[in-house]
């Protein structure tokens, strides 16, 4: 089984600034997948970026970049240059790579961007 | 990537009474997954609907609760049947895509009274 923690039920973040979330995750697995996913106030889950346990680089999508330290069980997620726009509820999120394709989700992050 | 389109997007019904929850999928996908929502939480898996065969419940959830229907590879239906204030939440569905991520529908607000 998989389990994944986010430990920050709640941050904000000045406008313009930079702000890290934090997930760990444990599994038994060897390869798999771990995503963020951001889901503001429509409901619609929008996925952020997604890495790949066999990759040890850490992915990046414009101003978001993650910290994948397999080792330790960690993905945490750096938004930089931060927006109104990504005021939202994140979520950290696994999947084995093989298998029954479901994803394990954290409880969330609520993302505040002051002005 | 896939578009899932969903419907409808919210609802309000009477207490005893049953919705059914529509997911149509732009694509051929072989497996699509409803999801539970309670405010302020995270998503909790209901089912995994296969194409051709009977959806798989997690534990805590019933198909007679539940019914899910997967006719074809593009579509998917989920109802909640005798509904109860409880199962007050938003519902989601989604499938994988091909990039191994996953896309999500727009998600049903559902109140009961």
């Known amino acids: 089984a998989q389990t994944v923690t986010q430990s920050q039920p709640e941050m904000s973040v000045q406008e313009a600034e930079t702000v890290t979330l934090s997930c760990t995750y444990d599994t038994s697995e060897s390869d798999y997948y771990l995503f963020w996913y951001k889901q503001p106030p429509s409901r619609q889950m929008i996925l952020v970026i997604r890495q790949e346990a066999y990759k040890q680089q850490n992915a990046t999508e414009n101003r978001f970049s993650v910290n994948f330290q397999k080792a330790a069980k960690s993905f945490s997620l750096k938004i930089s240059d931060s927006q109104l726009g990504d005021a939202a509820m994140y979520f950290c999120?696994?999947?084995?790579?093989?298998?029954?394709?479901?994803?394990?989700f954290g409880t969330g992050t609520r993302l505040t961007i002051i002005p | 990537s896939a578009v899932i389109s969903q419907k409808p997007s919210r609802d309000i019904c009477q207490r005893g009474t049953s919705l059914t929850i529509q997911c149509q999928v732009d694509s051929q996908v072989t497996m699509m997954f409803w999801y539970r929502q309670q405010p302020g939480q995270s998503l909790t898996l209901i089912a995994t609907a296969n194409q051709g065969s009977e959806a798989t419940y997690e534990s805590g959830f019933v198909i007679d609760k539940f019914p899910i229907s997967r006719p074809n590879l593009t579509f998917s239906t989920l109802t909640v049947s005798n509904m109860s204030p409880e199962d007050s939440s938003i519902y989601l569905c989604s499938a994988p895509t091909a990039n191994y991520g996953y896309t999500f529908g727009s998600g049903t607000r559902l109140t009961v009274v």
């Open positions: 999120a696994l999947k084995p790579n093989f298998g029954n394709e479901k994803l394990t």
